[in-house]
Every structure is written in C-alpha cells, then in structure tokens.
C-alpha cells in the first residue's frame, strides 16, 4: 500500500567540504549538520563571535545579482543556491550549514559536490510530515528585462525552462520532474556559466574573484570555454534549473507545482518565491497541524475533533471503535432528535438525510487515511462516490455504526474507500467514496 505522506528528513551525521568560493574568493569549510523537526535549512557563521545563524527563508533576501545572499541583520551568506538546491531536491528538510566565511565553496560549479556530501552524510527520517503546498491557481511573475515565471498546478514538482543568452544564443530548453534520482543524474552536475562580455563588469563589482575555468564555463561568442568537455549538450539550461530549485527552498514549503520558466534569473526566482509565500499565507487555515494519537484502540470525541477540522452541527463522528490492521476502521454516531437536520427534514416523519449519511462515512473514512499516514496535517476532500445506496431509513434513537476499508490508494493525495452505515445488524447505506488530500 503506498504512503499517504512523506515524512521530514534531516542528515544521519555531520559532513563536510572544503574550497574556494565563487564571488569573494575566499577559502572555506562547509560543514552539514543535523537539525530537529521543523528546523528547516539554517546557514551558521562560526567565524563570527556567537557564531550567528541565518534561516534560509524568502523574507531573508538581501540581494541577488548573479548570486542568492540572505541574512538577517549585518551577517550575510552568499551563493546559497547551490547548497539549497541539492538539499531540497535530495530530500533533506531539517539541516543546520556551517561555515567559516560568508560563501560556501564552488567546488566545480555545480551542485555535484553537495550531493556527494549529502550522501556522505546520509539521510534520517524524522516523525513529522512534510510541508506541502499543493498550488491551486497559476501564479506569475514577469520582469521588464523579458524573464517569465508560471506555476501551475500539478501533482508533481516539475520545471519546463528556457534559457536564452544575447542576442538568442545557445537558447535551450528542459522540462523534467525533480526527483532525487533525477535531480542527482540529470541537474547536479550542471556547472555554472558567464558570458564573456559579463566577466569584466563582474569583476569591477567584486564578484567572482575564485572564478575560473574550473569551475565555471564561459561562453565567448558561439565558443564554449571550459576545463573539460560540456557535461550535457543543454547543461546551462540545466543550471538555470538547478537555481530554480534552489531559490524556490527560500519558500519554505515543498511545493507541487510545475513552474514554468522563461530566462530565468535569482531576482526572478527569488520574487516568485515571494509569491508563492504571499499566496501560501491566503490559503492555508488557521488550524494548526495536530499529530494522530498513537495506539490502535477507540478515540473519544475530543481526540476525533483533534483529527478532523469539522464542528458542530457538521461533525458526524462521536467516536472511533477501533481499527482493524492498517485498512480498517469503526466508527459511530448516536442520532438523536435533537439533531438540527430534523427541524427541517420531514418534521413529521423525522428521517436522517442520506447525504448526512455520506459525510459521516467520509469523516471516518478521512480518519483512516490520516491513521495511515501518521498525521492529521491534511484535510480530505470529495472528488467522487460511486455505488451509493441507501437501503432503509435511519430514524431518531438509532445508532450508526460507520466502516470505512481502504480498496485503493495512488501516490500519496488519492484514495479510494468502501463505506457503509449499519443499524442494528442492517446495512442502511454504503457506497465507494474518492478522496483526494491536501495539507492544511
């Protein structure tokens, strides 16, 4: 049976890597660290007195000329895309960054070696789920200087990217899912490149100092100048991908999504992760996420209203009676004429509305689901309830006795649940009910 969530994960131990940096040219220790749950990525200079840290977060952007730098007061961190792109993408949540200057290492100008370091370092699973953002409505950000960047909903977190340089030259394009295996195979070893005529106004600027043909590609004109042959024949729109995955983790939620990208840069990368946080703080509820009891056994009212967002007069559990192994559940409702419904629903021949019937196998049904994935941060929605028959009438002073199987589960958002309603020893309804999940 396939998961129905993914859980946070930090590294298994500390690792770390050593080099020159980019932009400042300085040598540098990188060194990564394991964090608790919900700690999130968090860079820490420890060549600075009490050794200050940095959440890797949007509203910590400072700049983003030809780089990422965030901070937080006067400390700053620059080039962090690279370390936060192969984080993200290879599954690891929770992360402390150590360093002893202000920019982590080139390395060869990829994100190679922080993958390499990361599986040195290995992944551990934490118990918390992971914070999606499952987007709803496209959201778009568009630059003067003619960069275009669409999120539109999908079940994945894909990239479909062009990348154009002057006057059009080596225009390219990839769309891909972002997978670890991916990722590692097809994004990480993408280097970093410049345009020639770009080198000299960088370097009156500072920048790039630890520049060199060994860790990055310059393109002088239509030649392509490197240490070593080109890695893929459309590596720097691969690149530009791997910066897309890296500026995005400043949003701070796993994001499903397929981000469509036109000449992407950090300014833009970073502004739609803005955007993204901005539409994020619209859309999610109030309710914090409440962690499922542990244990097999019945759950009390109080702990069903933990699990489930509805409340009166819409909660139509009192009470789980118990699970059976990992597909199976029980519930119950005491329906009573005191029930808001009857005022209004035959009055003079009160009958419980089957569709009330429904909601209540769907809300024991969500409890299920929810026990399976360890987690009450998702909410389930309808999507569809096939084979639904309603057999005999429920009446005031009946019981419902309320199952819920699981016949059908794909990726981690759908499932499929056979329901019904029993009074005394007599099915009074039943049906197939579809569910798809999102993160509260």
Known sequence: ??????????????????????????????????????????????????????????????????????????????????????????????AVVEMDANEPPIGDGSAKPYVELIKKAG????????RYFDLRE????????????????????????????PDGRFTQFLSTEITPAVYEREIAPARTFVFYEDVQPLMEKNLIQGGSLENAVVIRGDAVLSKEPMRFTDEFV???????????ALFGHRLRGHVIAVKPGHGPNTELARCLSREYAKTAPMLQPRRMPAGEGALDINQVMEILPHRYPFLMVDRILGFEGETKITGMKTVTINEPFFAGHFPGHPVMPGVLQVEAMAQVASILLMKLAQSASRIGYFMSADEVKFRKPVFPGDTLFITAELIKARSNRLAKAHCSCVVNDAVVSEGDLMFTFLDK
């Open 1 to 94: 049976m396939p998961a129905l969530t993914e859980f946070q994960q930090t590294v298994a131990k500390s690792a770390s890597l050593s080099g020159t940096s980019l932009h400042t040219g300085e040598k540098t220790t990188l060194r990564l660290q394991p964090a608790p749950v919900d700690h999130g990525v968090r860079f820490k200079r420890k060549d600075l007195a009490d050794e200050p840290t940095i959440d890797a977060r949007i509203e910590n952007v400072k700049t983003v000329e030809r780089a990422t730098t965030i901070g937080e007061g006067a400390v700053r961190v620059h080039t962090v895309e690279h370390v936060l792109s192969a984080l993200a993408a290879m599954g690891i949540d929770n």
């Open 123 to 130: 992944a551990a699973p934490q118990e918390a789920p992971r």
């Open 138 to 165: 496209p959201l778009h950000v568009e630059t003067k200087s003619g960069s275009l960047l669409v999120v539109l909903p999908d079940e994945k977190f894909r990239i479909s990217c062009t990348q154009s340089g």
């Open 238 to 248: 691969r690149h530009k991908i791997l910066d897309i995955v890296g500026d995005l």
